[in-house]
T-cell receptor, first 115, second 110 residues
Framework: DARVTQTPRHKVTEMGQEVTMRCQPI?????VFWYRQTMMQGLELLAY????????DSGMPKDRFSAEMPDATLATLKIQPSEPRDSAVYFC?????????????FGSGTQLSVL | RKEVEQDPGPFNVPEGATVAFNCTYS??????FFWYRQDCRKEPKLLMS???SGNEDGRFTAQLNRASQYISLLIRDSKLSDSATYLC???????????FGKGTLLTVNP
C-alpha cells in the first residue's frame, strides 16, 4: 500500500530550538498539505502546495514557520524558534488533484512537544 | 461564521442504534465534501465522499443540502468499531483548499 511517510514520529525539544519535520508524499500525488491538530483548534491548515508551488500558507505564523518542497518526493515544515504553544500533532497529507475535489491520504503525524 | 462547523458531541449510543451528524459550511462555491474518520491518536482516514445529493456505502449514508449549506452523515446499525471522531471536510471550491471541522466524537456502547 502506498503511504505518506512522516518523520520523526515524536519530537521533544526545548523552547527556542529549531524543529524540522519531513514528509514523503505518495508517488504521483501532486498536492501536499500540512495540518496542525490540537484539542482546542482541531485540524488547522498551515500550508499546501500544488506541483511543488505554494498555493496558500495563510494559516502559518510566518515569523517562525516555513514550509518548502525542495522536490516532488519531499516536503518540509520548519519551526524556528519553537515555542511551547507549538506543541501539537503535525500531519502531512497528499492527494492527486482531480476535478471534483481531492481525497487526502494522511501520514501518521509528528507529535511535537516543546518544553 | 466558521468555515466548517460540527457539533462536537460526544454522542453516546448503544450498539445497533442509528445516529446522524450534521455539518454546516460557509463557502457557497464549494463543490464537494468528505467525511473522514479519526481514531484516537491516529491519522484521519477517508470514510465517504459527497459530490452531489448524496452517497451511500453499506451502513453509512452521506447527504448534501446545498440550499441550507449542510451535509449529514447517517450511521445505521452502529457497531462498537464505529466509535471514533468524525470529521467533516469542505473541498473549498476551485482552489481545493480542504478545510476540516473540529469533529464529532461518537462512542458506541455495548
Amino acid at each position: 500500500d502506498a503511504r505518506v511517510t512522516q518523520t520523526p514520529r515524536h519530537k521533544v525539544t526545548e523552547m527556542g530550538q529549531e524543529v524540522t519535520m519531513r514528509c514523503q508524499p505518495i508517488l504521483g500525488h501532486n498536492t501536499v498539505f500540512w495540518y496542525r491538530q490540537t484539542m482546542m483548534q482541531g485540524l488547522e491548515l498551515l500550508a499546501y502546495f500544488r506541483n511543488r508551488a505554494p498555493l496558500d500558507d495563510s494559516g502559518m505564523p510566518k515569523d517562525r514557520f516555513s514550509a518548502e518542497m525542495p522536490d516532488a518526493t519531499l516536503a518540509t515544515l520548519k519551526i524556528q524558534p519553537s515555542e511551547p504553544r507549538d506543541s501539537a500533532v503535525y500531519f502531512c497529507a497528499s492527494a492527486r488533484a482531480g476535478g471534483r475535489g481531492e481525497k487526502l491520504f494522511f501520514g501518521s503525524g509528528t507529535q511535537l512537544s516543546v518544553l | 461564521r466558521k468555515e466548517v462547523e460540527q457539533d462536537p458531541g460526544p454522542f453516546n449510543v448503544p450498539e445497533g442504534a442509528t445516529v446522524a451528524f450534521n455539518c454546516t459550511y460557509s463557502n457557497s462555491a464549494s463543490q464537494s465534501f468528505f467525511w473522514y474518520r479519526q481514531d484516537c491518536r491516529k491519522e484521519p482516514k477517508l470514510l465517504m465522499s459527497v459530490y452531489s445529493s448524496g452517497n451511500e456505502d453499506g451502513r453509512f449514508t452521506a447527504q448534501l443540502n446545498r440550499a441550507s449549506q449542510y451535509i449529514s452523515l447517517l450511521i445505521r446499525d452502529s457497531k462498537l468499531s464505529d466509535s471514533a471522531t468524525y470529521l467533516c471536510v469542505d473541498s473549498g471550491g476551485s482552489n481545493y483548499k480542504l478545510t476540516f471541522g473540529k469533529g464529532t466524537l461518537l462512542t458506541v456502547n455495548p
